[in-house]
C-alpha cells in the first residue's frame, strides 16, 4: 500500500506520528493502523472523496473521515486506490472555504 501512495503521488511526504505511519501532502492525505485481524488505511477528507469503485469499507457513518480495512488474503483495486489518493492530494489543495 505504501508503495501505491507513492506512486499515485510522487510529492507525498511519509512520516511516523501518533503511533503508525502518516502520507501528507498539503495536508494529511491518510493514516495507517495495525491490528491484530488488519491493517486500516483512514482518509481524513474521505467523506469529501468519490469513491466510485467502493474502496472504502469501513467508517463509512461519519462527515469527515473514510476508511479502508485490508484483512490477509484481500485483494485491493490498485489503480482505484491510487485515484482516492489522488483525489485527497487535489481536496488538500482545494480552496479553503
Not at 491518510?30 to 491493517?39: L, M, Q, R
Request: hydrophobic content about 45%.
Amino acid at each position: 500500500m505504501r508503495q501505491l501512495i507513492h506512486e499515485a503521488d510522487p510529492g507525498v511526504v511519509e512520516e511516523w506520528k501518533w503511533g503508525g505511519p502518516v502520507w501528507s501532502h498539503g495536508g494529511i492525505l491518510c493514516t495507517g493502523e495495525a491490528y491484530k485481524d488488519k491493517v486500516k488505511l483512514t482518509f481524513a477528507k474521505g467523506a469529501a472523496l468519490d469513491d466510485p469503485q467502493h474502496v472504502f469499507n469501513a467508517s463509512l457513518d461519519g462527515n469527515a473521515r473514510r476508511a479502508l480495512d485490508i484483512r490477509e488474503g484481500d485483494r485491493v483495486d490498485a489503480a482505484a486506490f491510487k485515484a482516492l489518493v489522488q483525489a485527497a492530494v487535489r481536496a488538500n489543495a482545494a480552496p479553503k472555504r
